[in-house]
């Protein structure tokens, strides 16, 4: 593949709290999609999926490009990444501009619309991460492209998704630092939507929980549509820690305990190290147990918390989908089902079967961003475009 130049592929950049995982996809759709190469490095200089120091996130980042591009053959410098974090949020929008004297409709009409929505749904100091479920209207009608149509009143709805300007600072700091160009921001929720759940589940109504070493995200997709996003700090890094406390032990061997006996009936005696690796601790099998399930209901609980604000008046016909390294807890589905009553399945990614052996599922995220740039990219730039010169432009100009 020496030959690809960067037209023929889409580059997904996952910058996670536990690593960043970098996906290079051959341009294509359906059968076509292919897998060229995976790149990884330990996060630096983040937490909780948030960047807080740009200079050492962009080393790390820089290493697992350098992997992605010898693995693949390819040479890039364009991404899509995610962003993610806590304060990740979904605001719907529905705006309308009066047009003077039934003028046709030009780009600058939908630059004007695409501002006063953002302006509308965001908070001060917010800025626009992407804009979903867009839909246009004149004079009260649908239309699916309102460039050169003429009426008297244009109207947009959307949903603006958004972080704190910061956040997004951070993140455009670390990838000029990194020599990388935004092709767009994708907020990581949506991401994964995109690679683990099937047509028809996005169709009938599916909740998608994510759950990461530091958060979990919980997205509701309904009609092929995002309806709500929200995100919880805690992840299954908090099932390690409360481990390693409760057993006096290292997080590395909190973390085999956890992968070894997930949400099983212990019988017996567990023996971890102690924390100076001298001795060894001998902790009731029903302790660890409890420690594990009871920091497992507290983000089930947010789970059915999210459910139960989406005010649904039927079932989730598509269930509930787990994905995220903590989604392979064992028997957390099971747990799952049980406690939120509605089906529940893992989800998984085919183009990830056979690579990168058992840490395939690390690399979801980023197999979801170079997706979404062959799926949705150009129009979904398009979109971003016509929001620029107020809240995305003035960073991208001062990134030049």
Same mark, same amino acid.
């Given at each position: 593949?020496?030959?690809?130049?960067?037209?023929?592929?889409?580059?997904?950049?996952?910058?996670?709290?536990?690593?960043?995982?970098?996906?290079?996809?051959?341009?294509?759709?359906?059968?076509?999609?292919?897998?060229?190469?995976?790149?990884?490095?330990?996060?630096?200089?983040?937490?909780?999926?948030?960047?807080?120091?740009?200079?050492?996130?962009?080393?790390?980042?820089?290493?697992?490009?350098?992997?992605?591009?010898?693995?693949?053959?390819?040479?890039?410098?364009?991404?899509?990444?995610?962003?993610? $974090?806590?304060?990740?949020?979904?605001?719907? #929008?529905?705006?309308? *501009?009066?047009?003077?004297?039934?003028?046709?409709?030009?780009?600058?009409?939908?630059?004007?619309?695409?501002?006063?929505?953002?302006?509308?749904?965001?908070?001060?100091?917010?800025?626009?991460?992407?804009?979903?479920?867009?839909?246009?209207?004149?004079?009260?009608?649908?239309?699916?492209?309102?460039?050169?149509?003429?009426?008297?009143?244009?109207?947009?709805?959307?949903?603006?998704?958004?972080?704190?300007? *910061?956040?997004?600072?951070?993140?455009?700091?670390?990838?000029?630092?990194?020599?990388?160009?935004?092709?767009?921001?994708?907020? #990581?929720?949506?991401?994964?939507?995109?690679?683990?759940?099937?047509?028809?589940?996005?169709?009938? #109504?599916?909740?998608?929980?994510?759950?990461?070493?530091?958060?979990?995200?919980?997205?509701?997709?309904?009609?092929?549509?995002?309806?709500?996003?929200?995100?919880?700090?805690?992840?299954?890094?908090?099932?390690?820690?409360?481990?390693?406390?409760?057993?006096?032990?290292?997080?590395?061997?909190?973390?085999?305990?956890?992968?070894?006996?997930?949400?099983?009936?212990?019988? $017996?005696?567990?023996?971890?190290?102690?924390?100076?690796?001298?001795?060894?601790?001998?902790?009731?099998?029903?302790?660890?147990?409890?420690?594990? *399930?009871?920091?497992?209901?507290?983000?089930?609980?947010?789970?059915?918390?999210?459910?139960?604000?989406?005010?649904?008046?039927?079932?989730?016909?598509?269930?509930?989908?787990?994905?995220?390294?903590?989604?392979?807890?064992?028997?957390?589905?099971?747990?799952?089902?049980?406690?939120?009553?509605?089906?529940?399945?893992?989800?998984?990614?085919?183009?990830?079967?056979?690579?990168?052996?058992?840490?395939?599922?690390?690399?979801?995220?980023?197999?979801?961003?170079?997706?979404?740039?062959?799926?949705?990219?150009?129009?979904?730039?398009?979109?971003?475009?016509?929001?620029?010169?107020?809240?995305?432009?003035?960073?991208?100009?001062?990134?030049?």
């Amino acid at each position: 593949m020496a030959g690809t130049v960067q037209k023929d592929v889409a580059v997904g950049l996952d910058i996670g709290t536990s690593g960043i995982y970098v996906a290079v996809l051959k341009n294509g759709y359906g059968a076509k999609q292919e897998l060229l190469g995976l790149g990884y490095s330990p996060s630096v200089g983040v937490e909780k999926g948030r960047i807080v120091n740009p200079e050492e996130a962009a080393t790390a980042v820089k290493k697992a490009v350098a992997d992605a591009r010898a693995a693949a053959g390819v040479a890039f410098t364009s991404v899509y990444v995610n962003i993610d $974090g806590p304060e990740l949020a979904a605001g719907p #929008g529905n705006v309308k *501009r009066a047009i003077a004297r039934r003028q046709v409709i030009a780009r600058r009409h939908l630059q004007e619309l695409y501002r006063h929505l953002c302006e509308t749904v965001l908070p001060a100091e917010w800025l626009v991460v992407q804009l979903v479920n867009n839909s246009f209207y004149i004079d009260g009608k649908h239309v699916d492209r309102p460039l050169g149509c003429r009426g008297r009143e244009l109207g947009m709805e959307a949903v603006v998704l958004a972080v704190p300007e *910061r956040q997004m600072e951070q993140t455009l700091l670390c990838l000029r630092n990194a020599d990388l160009k935004i092709a767009q921001t994708v907020a #990581g929720p949506l991401a994964i939507a995109q690679t683990v759940l099937a047509g028809v589940e996005r169709q009938l #109504g599916v909740v998608c929980v994510d759950i990461g070493a530091g958060i979990t995200k919980a997205t509701f997709i309904n009609h092929g549509m995002l309806y709500r996003l929200n995100v919880f700090p805690v992840g299954g890094g908090h099932i390690t820690a409360d481990l390693a406390v409760g057993l006096h032990t290292s997080l590395k061997a909190a973390e085999r305990v956890k992968i070894d006996y997930g949400l099983g009936s212990i019988a $017996g005696h567990v023996n971890v190290p102690n924390l100076s690796g001298t001795d060894c601790n001998v902790i009731s099998g029903e302790l660890v147990h409890r420690i594990i *399930r009871s920091r497992s209901e507290e983000i089930l609980e947010f789970v059915k918390q999210f459910i139960k604000n989406l005010k649904l008046e039927a079932s989730l016909p598509g269930g509930i989908v787990l994905t995220g390294g903590g989604a392979l807890l064992c028997e957390l589905p099971e747990l799952a089902r049980d406690y939120l009553k509605i089906p529940v399945r893992r989800g998984y990614n085919v183009l990830l079967e056979g690579k990168a052996s058992e840490d395939a599922y690390r690399y979801t995220t980023a197999v979801g961003l170079a997706l979404w740039g062959t799926e949705h990219g150009q129009a979904n730039c398009e979109a971003m475009r016509m929001a620029e010169g107020g809240f995305v432009g003035r960073f991208k100009s001062w990134l030049r």
